[in-house]
C-alpha cells in the first residue's frame, strides 16, 4: 500500500467512511408512516468525487413507499464528500447497502464532520 499503509487501517478507513455515508442518509430520510420492521437493500455507484449514480432498488421491503423514500433520502444525502485516500481502492465502485431504520445509526468519532 502507498505510504506503508496497512491493509488494516485502510479497512478501518473504508468502514469510518461508509458509517459517515450512512449518518448522513439516515439524517435525511423521512420514513413513511407503519415502517416498522422493514429494511430495503440499496445498490449503487460510489465515484471517487463522492457523487452517486446509478442508485437502484437492489431487493425491497415490500412496501414501495418505504423503497421509494430510501432511494430519495439517498439522494438528498449525496454528494458525500470523497472517501480516504488510503480505501480508494475498496470504496469507488458498485456498493450495495442495506438501510435499515431500526438499526442504530454508527456512533460520530470524535473530531469528525458531518
Known amino acids: 500500500m ?3 499503509m496497512s491493509l488494516a487501517s485502510a479497512t478501518d478507513d473504508a468502514s469510518a467512511y461508509l458509517d459517515q ?8 430520510w423521512t420514513r413513511p408512516p407503519n415502517a416498522n420492521g422493514l429494511k ?3 445498490r449503487l455507484r460510489l465515484e ?19 423503497d421509494v423514500s430510501a432511494v430519495q433520502a439517498v439522494r ?7 472517501g480516504p485516500e488510503s480505501a480508494q481502492s475498496s470504496l469507488v465502485g ?3 447497502m442495506v438501510l ?3 438499526r442504530p445509526v454508527p456512533a460520530q468519532f470524535p473530531g469528525q464532520k458531518t
Open 2 to 4: 502507498p505510504g506503508g
Open 21 to 28: 455515508v450512512e449518518r448522513r442518509i439516515m439524517a435525511v
Open 40 to 42: 430495503v437493500v440499496i
Open 48 to 66: 471517487r468525487s463522492g457523487r452517486v449514480s446509478d442508485l437502484r432498488v437492489e431487493k425491497s421491503s415490500g412496501n414501495k413507499q418505504f
Open 76 to 82: 438528498r444525502a449525496s454528494p458525500f464528500p470523497p
Open 94 to 96: 458498485d456498493l450495495r
Open 100 to 102: 435499515d431504520p431500526t
